[in-house]
């Protein structure tokens, strides 16, 4: 078992090997997606009954909760990944932290506009320097900066090496956002979902909300594996294994 493991890193590890398989999975990634987050919207925007407190205007948490945690899930993964290549030097790793990198900082934009949206008609106003949406918009930043040090530095494994540092030290971050609620006075509630106990969310609106956020970590899945294989194709254009591609193309 381990060594079959091993072997699938190993293989995974190769640039080569890992076109060939992203290039056909990621097309069942996206479909999946697109069939959960369909039927989570059917579900959450005609089929789930109307929040007794908030109203029709609760509907957007089908939104704005997957978004938020796939901007922490997305962060620490790409964290993972930079220090993978980082320490061993996988160039796969490198692409795959940089190819998050974008797509992380879209589902962080995305929560905190939806966030500003819902808030509005719950707190009278768009925006509050609350602690969670403050380290969240602070992550959005550490997104930019990866983005930036990268772009700065002409050299790939530079910019590599140097971007990695920083998603790490980013990573402190993620415990902020995440007990925040718990840690200082906000006007966010507290966790309805994921608890140790039975969640407080009716069953009618929590499968919605799960599908949306299965179907959100499809997208990622798919997304990134694209970005990964156009930025090794980028990187490696000059080995023979890209031009045997080009060449067949």
């Known amino acids: 078992m381990f060594k079959t493991i091993k072997n699938w890193f190993h293989l995974m590890g ?5 076109d060939r398989i992203a290039g056909k999975i990621t ?23 109307t929040d007794y407190q908030q109203g ?21 993964l790409m964290a993972i990944a930079a220090t993978v290549g980082l320490i061993w030097r996988i160039k796969v790793a490198d692409a ?16 905190l506009v939806t966030g500003s949206l819902w808030g509005k008609p719950m707190w009278g106003t768009w ?9 969240e918009l602070i992550l959005l930043f550490l997104y930019f900066g990866y983005m930036a040090l990268q772009a700065a530095i002409d050299e790939p494994r ?33 966790a309805t979902v994921v608890k140790i106990d039975k969640p407080s969310i009716d069953i009618s609106m929590l499968v919605p ?17 694209a970005r990964a294989r156009g930025l090794l194709l980028e990187r490696e254009q000059n080995t023979n294994w890209v031009k045997e591609i080009i060449a067949n193309d």
């Open 14 to 18: 190769s640039p080569r090997s890992f």
């Open 27 to 49: 097309p069942w990634l996206i479909a999946i997606f697109a069939l959960l987050t369909l039927t989570g919207l059917y579900l959450g925007l005609v089929v789930a009954p």
């Open 56 to 76: 029709e205007s609760y509907r957007i948490i089908y939104i704005h909760v997957p978004t938020a945690w796939m901007s922490m899930l997305i962060y620490v």
């Open 96 to 111: 795959i932290a940089s190819a998050s990198a974008p797509i992380g900082a879209a589902f962080t934009f995305i929560a």
């Open 127 to 135: 925006w509050v320097w609350d602690a969670r949406l403050t380290s």
């Open 158 to 190: 530079t910019a590599a090496r140097a971007s990695a540092l920083l998603a790490i030290v980013g990573v402190v971050n993620i415990p902020i956002i995440h007990y925040s609620v718990e840690w200082w006075n906000t006007l966010h509630q507290g």
């Open 209 to 225: 909300l799960l599908l949306m956020t299965f179907g959100f970590k499809f997208y990622y899945a798919g997304a990134v594996l």
